[in-house]
């Protein structure tokens, strides 16, 4: 185990999905809320710890409240991306909500968040290299019109590395397709796409993303394992799946009575990544979902894929994907499987 540890540490990869938000770890919230004036307990720990997804909801709700200014992004931005660097991660796609921050505060400076974001970003990939981005997440449960709010602060902030949108929220009750519209402009402005499908409602929720949210990317799409139809959508149309094994374990989004459909995706042919969603409220790092792939049965090889998946699916500019690739591809050939 401690060699399959040391090589997954070493193993050139990409976090695709996570959630800005849900990267604090407790120490860094608390020192944030009380500079922020909010009252925190002193055993902040407690509230990360969650066990199903109205718990995991609650918390993030509530650790999101503290944050109120560009410099606690900075902060939040700069811990996370030491912490990938130290994972060998060379890329990073940071999902960042603003719909849900001028909801708690209407005069939040989104912009100036961005900025901070991008400052972040800027000093990381100057000290060791790593690359990032940021994506817009809407939120469904607030509606078109803030997601419209949302699009808008993407299409003014690409030169602050926002390369695209995203959809999370309760997909039960606020379907991808309210959301259509937005998403093609969105793709006729050049913005990249993502959409949270098949996590909470079924497959034809992932059919919706692809079809009319025009999604490249589908986080989390565990129901599509359900329908020969969606899979079939999927690996003709080549979008991927962010997959988050063990927030899919915590939330319950998958019946973890059943293997894990990954290996189905992966077995069929479809573009599979791998991804920690929400670390620090899910306790596990992008190296901790490697490892718990490989507890699944999947081969160095094949976790060697993901690791090649996660750089073709980024939305990363081709020159920076074929640079990583010659690194995979050289760690491979010194560290073979």
């Given amino acids: 185990m401690r060699a399959l540890s040391d090589w997954v540490k070493a193993l050139p ?12 770890n407790p120490l860094t919230y608390q020192r944030i809320a009380r500079r922020n004036q909010v009252d925190v307990s002193d055993d902040t720990a407690a509230l990360f710890g969650c066990h199903d997804f109205p718990s995991f909801l609650s918390a993030f709700v509530q650790v999101v409240k503290a944050f109120k200014t560009p410099q606690d992004f900075y902060e939040i931005a700069t811990e996370y991306l030491a912490e990938c660097h130290a994972q060998s991660v060379r890329h990073v796609e940071l999902m960042f909500s603003p719909a849900t921050l001028r909801y708690f ?16 970003l800027e000093e990381a990939h100057a000290r060791t290299g790593i690359s990032g981005l940021v994506i817009v997440d809407m939120v469904r449960n607030l ?6 709010e949302d699009l808008d602060l993407a299409l003014q902030c690409q030169a602050q590395r926002v390369v695209g949108i995203g959809l999370g ?39 919706d993303a692809v079809r009319l949210c025009h999604a490249e990317r589908i986080g989390h799409g565990v129901a599509a394992a359900h329908s020969p ?46 991804n920690s969603d929400d670390p620090s409220f899910f306790k596990a790092s992008l190296c ?12 160095q090889s094949e976790l060697a894929k993901l690791a090649a998946n996660s750089f073709k699916y980024s939305f990363a500019v ?15 050939a010194a560290r073979p499987a």
Avoid at 241 to 264: E, F, K
Wanted: with cysteine.
């Fill in 143 to 148: 509606g078109p019109e803030k997601a419209e």
């Fill in 288 to 299: 901790d979902e490697y490892y718990r792939a490989a507890e699944l049965g999947l081969s």
């Fill in 318 to 332: 081709d020159e920076s994907k074929r640079r990583w690739l010659g690194e995979l591809d050289q760690f491979n």
């Fill in 169 to 207: 929220g309760d997909e039960q009750r606020f379907p991808a397709r309210d959301f259509a519209d937005i998403f093609t402009r969105a793709r006729d402005a050049g913005l990249r796409r993502t959409v949270h499908a098949g996590e909470a409602a079924g497959a034809d929720s992932v059919q």
């Fill in 229 to 274: 139809e969606t899979m079939r959508l999927l690996r003709e149309s080549g979008v991927a799946i962010d997959v988050c094994l063990t927030s899919n374990d915590i939330t319950g989004a998958w019946n973890t009575y059943q293997a894990h459909p990954m290996i189905r995706f992966i077995n069929d042919g479809l573009a599979v990544t791998l």
């Fill in 105 to 120: 505060d209407a005069s939040a400076d989104v912009k100036g968040i961005v900025a901070a974001i991008d400052t972040a």
């Fill in 13 to 24: 990869k990409a976090e695709l999905h996570v959630h800005l938000e849900g990267t604090v």
